[in-house]
């Protein structure tokens, strides 16, 4: 830095340093920021919601509420979707892809399209029993813990598919 000036050099052309009070922007698409997420195509992602195995037969207001009230994010392979013995803040519903499910580092299985993911510790309010780990590349619906309560409250469907999936996961 230039003494008084309150500019930083950078290759050798001065710059005015960043303005640290305007609000963070997506700037990668696995990295997310504080902002509200950005919207994708409404349609297309009711569509894509709509081609997964468990959801062919789900009403549209569903799919309107899951769309609106989550977040479909793109993820890259070998990236921790959710982990062991940690606090269940987050579901997923896996729209795309595959994911390799472990316990205490031991392969338990893999889940495919369809699968819903963390939803064991919302319901029983416990810690995470396993960590899920993306095998491909694939895309999932992000939902906050009030986003899946709110669709498990209100869509009689979702409340189903979510008790079928507690009820195999803990067999």
Not at 4 to 27: H, N
Not at 77 to 92: D, G, M, V
Not at 127 to 132: E, K, M, N
Request: net charge positive; proline share 7%; aromatic share 6%.
């Amino acid at each position: 830095m230039y003494q008084g000036q309150g500019r930083a050099l950078w290759m050798g052309v001065p710059r005015s340093p960043p303005d640290r009070t305007a609000p963070m922007s997506y700037r990668h698409r696995y990295m997310t920021s504080h902002g509200p997420a950005p919207r994708g195509d409404v349609r297309a992602e009711m569509r894509l919601l709509a081609s997964v195995p468990s959801l062919t037969q789900a009403p549209e207001s569903l799919l309107a509420a899951m769309v609106d009230l989550g977040h479909v994010v793109p993820v890259r392979p070998r990236w921790a979707l959710l982990t062991e013995k940690t606090a269940p803040e987050k579901a997923y519903v896996l729209l795309h892809g595959e994911v390799d499910v472990r316990r205490d580092g031991e392969d338990l299985g893999r889940c495919r399209s369809g699968e819903i993911l963390g939803e064991l510790g919302i319901v029983r309010n416990r810690l995470r029993s396993a960590t899920v780990v993306t095998a491909t590349e694939a895309t999932v619906l992000h939902l906050s813990v009030p986003a899946f309560e709110q669709l498990r409250a209100e869509h009689r469907y979702f409340r189903d598919l979510v008790g079928e999936a507690v009820d195999r996961k803990s067999a």
